[in-house]
C-alpha cells in the first residue's frame, strides 16, 4: 500500500517526540515521510502539488503535536486550502473517495487525563472529530489515530519504542485496524 505521512510541527528543531517518530520513518523506504513546516516555512501552500500527490497514495498520516486539543496551524491551513469545494468534495469532488487518512498524535496529558472525568474530559478520539469529520465529508475513511500520551515525561527509550509501533499502526491493514 502507498502511504505518506504529512508531517507538521512548528517547532521540529526542540521536538522529542515528533522526532523519534521520523526517526523510525527514515528506516523505513516504502513511506513518503514530509514536513510540512519545512516545505513551507512561509505558508504558501502549494495546492495544486498537494492534491496530485494525495492522488498518488492510498493511506495518508498525519503527524503533530496536539495544540490546544487540535493540530498546528499549517496542517489547518492545509486542510482549509487542499481540501477544496468541487475536488475533495461536493458532486464533482470526489478525488479522495476510498483514500485512508490516520491521525498519529503526540500529547503532553496523559491517557488517563483523556477520559471522561479526567483532566482533559474527552478522549482524544472526540477531539479529533473535526478533523475525522472534514475527512469523511471528503469521502475518506478515518481509521484509529495512534496516540503517544505523556509525551514531554517520556524516556527517549520509551520514544523509540513508541516510534516502532506508530510504524506499526500505520501499516496495519484496514481490516485490523477497523473491526
Ligand atoms: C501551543 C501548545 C499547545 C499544546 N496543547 C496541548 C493540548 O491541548 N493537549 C496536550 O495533551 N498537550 C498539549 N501540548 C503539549 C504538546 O502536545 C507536547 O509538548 C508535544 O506533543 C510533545 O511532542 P514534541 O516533543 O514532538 O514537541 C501543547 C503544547 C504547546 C506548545
Same mark, same amino acid.
Given at each position: 500500500m502507498k502511504i505518506m505521512v504529512i508531517a507538521a510541527h512548528p517547532r521540529l528543531a526542540e521536538s522529542r517526540a515528533n522526532r523519534a517518530l521520523l526517526s523510525e520513518w527514515k528506516k523505513n523506504g516504502q513511506v513518503l515521510v514530509r514536513d510540512l513546516y519545512q516545505e513551507y516555512p512561509d505558508y504558501q501552500i502549494d495546492v495544486q502539488r498537494e492534491q496530485e500527490l494525495l492522488l498518488e497514495f492510498e493511506r495518508i498520516v498525519f503527524q503533530f503535536p496536539f495544540y490546544w486539543y487540535s493540530c498546528p496551524p499549517l496542517l489547518k491551513k492545509w486542510f482549509d486550502e487542499v481540501l477544496v469545494y468541487g475536488w475533495a468534495f $461536493?458532486?464533482? $469532488?470526489?478525488?479522495?473517495?476510498g483514500k485512508e487518512f490516520l491521525v498519529a498524535t503526540t500529547a503532553g496529558g496523559t491517557e488517563k487525563s483523556y477520559?471522561? $472525568? $479526567?483532566?482533559?474530559?474527552?478522549t482524544i478520539s472526540e477531539l479529533l472529530r473535526p478533523i475525522e469529520r472534514t475527512l469523511t465529508k471528503c469521502n475518506g475513511t478515518f481509521l484509529p489515530a495512534f496516540v503517544v500520551y505523556d509525551a514531554n515525561q517520556a524516556t527517549d527509550e520509551i520514544l523509540a519504542q513508541e516510534a516502532k509501533r506508530c510504524a506499526e499502526h500505520v501499516q496495519t491493514s484496514l481490516n485490523v485496524l477497523s473491526h
Open positions: $461536493g458532486p464533482e $469532488g470526489v478525488h479522495l473517495k477520559r471522561s $472525568g $479526567g483532566d482533559n474530559f474527552y
